[in-house]
């Protein structure tokens, strides 16, 4: 409904209009669930980073892989709406500190996309080079953007769960661990708390 988007929707439908965006997959799921579907994404700075060092940056947010190797800071959507609380960590929580983007200045909200715009830009002919470099054009080009665009309907889709089932296998689950506690417990000579590291370390190497 917003008019600024109806705007943008022939540019982000259209597969000639080739873009880079940092995350695309994220993007493809938000802009999806607005009947909207992005086309012509040739680049993901978040992807190619990932890609160059799997282990390094995780999630590899736009934040951290400007700071690595643009050696500057953007700012976060944290820094514009007030929020704590990690979305990766407690996506479902919400934060009564935290404003809703609508809340924010549009002024701020340009500012914002202005530097995330920017950051991108300079990234893309790093990491372009980079996994280039590494000789892994191929598998991104021909695995991980396709992959992403799997994932993306594949989020949207969602699971279908058979609750009763489900609770059948927890059911069994609790009854094996149960089990299994007592066993640990009689070759321990007394009753600890098998899910604390210090508790079984005590038993494992003092006792």
């Known amino acids: 409904d917003d008019a600024r988007l109806i705007a943008l929707i022939p540019f982000l439908q259209d597969e000639t209009k080739k873009k880079t965006i940092h995350d695309h997959k994220a993007l493809t799921v938000l802009l999806a669930r607005r009947g909207i579907t992005l086309r012509g ?109 799997v994932l993306a309907k594949m989020e949207l889709a969602g699971v279908a769960i058979d609750v009763d089932v489900l609770k059948v296998v927890g059911d069994e689950l609790r009854a094996r661990l149960a089990a299994s506690t007592t066993r640990i417990h009689g070759h321990a000579g007394r009753v600890f708390n098998i899910a604390s590291p210090k508790q079984l370390g005590e038993v494992l190497f003092d006792e």
């Open 41 to 149: 994404v040739v680049f993901d700075p978040q992807l190619a980073s990932f890609l160059v060092d799997p282990n390094k940056l995780l999630p590899h947010p736009l934040s951290g892989v400007t700071k690595e190797y643009l050696h500057r800071s953007i700012p976060e959507k944290k820094d514009l709406t007030g929020g704590t609380i990690a979305p990766r960590k407690k996506r479902d929580c919400v934060d009564p500190g935290e404003k809703a983007m609508a809340e924010v200045s549009v002024v701020d909200v340009a500012r914002y996309a202005v530097d995330c715009c920017q950051a991108v830009l300079g990234l893309t002919p790093i990491l372009r080079d980079l996994v280039k470099a590494r000789g892994q054009e191929g598998y991104f080009h021909d695995i991980d953007l396709p992959l992403a665009q």
